[in-house]
Each structure stands twice: as structure tokens, then as C-alpha cells.
């Protein structure tokens, strides 16, 4: 089975903090992808991944920045955290692009 | 942007009834998929339909697919109190393979 891992489930910062989401995948995925969840909005991405190296801006980037130094692992950055940066981050990975992703439990980040 | 939508937001059924949620979508798709996510966690995927199929089956699973209305069914037939989620389309179209997801229908089943 895919095994997608976050490395918090749930993480408190005070504003202006830089914060680190880690996002890893064990089935060797080249495409992984960030989404911030937020009540009536349903998911929204921010940024994807198709390759090592390679970043590109999803929906909503303003705010947030993204490292791939490794197939198997995407960070997310948030450089200076703001309290309208609260949400749910759900990191996801798949083998093909466009088709299944697997999900990672997700973090619910709380910026005061 | 949203993609697709669902309809209606949130549903509340017995024991043993099928649930039908709906999706709506703005432009044409290569494939519509559906997930599952249960209370605080990561999204499931259960099933994915692509433009040229109108229907698809998977266990309780019944996906329709009408691509003049360009909208989507999930029927979930025989429901069980452990399909109580939320669940969502997501639309997979355009050259750059995104996913993009509605805001989902929240599910409750009633033991």
C-alpha cells in the first residue's frame, strides 16, 4: 500500500514564524502536491511537484514557497506565518498525473 | 478556482438507504474522480471515471457520468453508519493533469 506521511498532525505557531510541513511518500511517486483545506472551500492547491527540483504554483502560492531536493519528500514552507494561514494542509503523491492521488493525514496548522 | 461543486452540501439518511451526491462541473475533463474523507483526515480515493465512460461500478459504488450536463452521481447504495464522510469530486483536466476539487457533500448515516 502507498504510504503517505506528514510530519505533524497538528502544529501551533505564533505569527511571523517561518513553519515546515514535511510530506513523504514511499512508492517512488514523481508528482506530489500541496492543498490547504479550509470549511465551505473544499481543497485548494498551492503547490505541485512533477519531478526533483521541478516546483510550479497551483491556485493559491501567495504566502507559501516548496522544496523537492528528493523524489520521495515535499516540503512546504510558510516564510512568515499569518493567522489567515490556519488551516488543514493535506500533502498528496501519484504515480500518474492526472489520475489517483494518495492522500496524507493532514496537519491542522493553528497560527496565533 | 472550483471546478466542480456538489450538491446538496449535506445529506442525512438511515441505515440501509442509497445516498446520492451530485457534481457539477464548468469545462470539459479527461477524468472525474471521487474521494472519501472521513472527520480530520486525508482523502481516500474510491472511484475515477474518464470522459468517454457514462457509468462505472465499484462494490456499493454507482458513478454516472454525463458529459452534455457536464455532471457526475455517486449513489452509495445500502448505506452503513461507517459511510458517514464527507465525500468529493475532483476533475482532472487541462494540459497541466491537476486535480481540482468541489467543496464536497458531508454524509450522515443514521444507525
Known amino acids: 500500500d502507498v504510504k503517505v506521511t506528514q510530519s505533524s498532525r497538528y502544529l501551533v505557531k505564533r505569527t511571523g514564524e517561518k513553519v515546515f510541513l514535511e510530506c513523504v511518500q514511499d512508492?517512488?511517486?514523481?508528482?506530489m502536491f500541496w492543498y490547504r483545506q479550509d470549511p465551505g472551500l473544499g481543497l485548494r492547491l498551492i503547490y505541485f511537484?512533477?519531478?526533483?527540483?521541478?516546483?510550479e504554483k497551483g491556485d493559491i502560492p501567495e504566502g507559501y514557497s516548496v522544496s523537492r531536493e528528493k523524489k520521495e519528500r515535499f516540503s512546504l514552507i510558510l516564510e512568515s506565518a499569518s493567522t489567515n494561514q490556519t488551516s488543514m494542509y493535506l500533502c498528496?503523491?501519484?504515480?500518474?498525473?492526472?489520475?489517483?492521488?494518495?492522500f496524507g493525514p493532514g496537519t491542522r496548522l493553528t497560527v496565533t | 478556482s472550483q471546478q466542480g461543486e456538489e450538491d446538496p452540501q449535506a445529506l442525512s439518511i438511515q441505515e440501509g438507504e442509497n445516498a446520492t451526491m451530485n457534481c457539477s462541473y464548468k469545462?470539459?475533463?479527461?477524468?472525474l474522480q471521487w474521494y472519501r474523507q472521513n472527520s480530520g483526515r486525508g482523502l481516500v480515493h474510491l472511484i475515477l471515471?474518464?470522459?468517454?465512460?457514462r457509468e462505472k461500478h465499484s462494490g456499493r459504488l454507482r458513478v454516472t457520468l454525463d458529459t452534455s450536463k457536464k455532471s457526475s452521481s455517486l449513489l452509495i447504495t445500502a448505506s452503513r453508519a461507517a459511510d458517514t464522510a464527507s465525500y468529493f469530486c475532483?476533475?482532472?483536466?487541462?494540459?497541466?493533469?491537476?486535480?481540482?476539487f468541489g467543496s464536497g457533500t458531508q454524509l450522515t448515516v443514521l444507525p
Open positions: 511537484s512533477y519531478d526533483v527540483k521541478m516546483k
Open positions: 469545462t470539459s475533463i479527461n477524468n
Open positions: 471515471i474518464r470522459s468517454n465512460e
Open positions: 512508492m517512488d511517486h514523481e508528482n
Open positions: 498528496a503523491s501519484s504515480l500518474f498525473r492526472g489520475y489517483e492521488q494518495y
Open positions: 475532483a476533475t482532472d483536466s487541462g494540459s497541466a493533469r491537476q486535480l481540482t
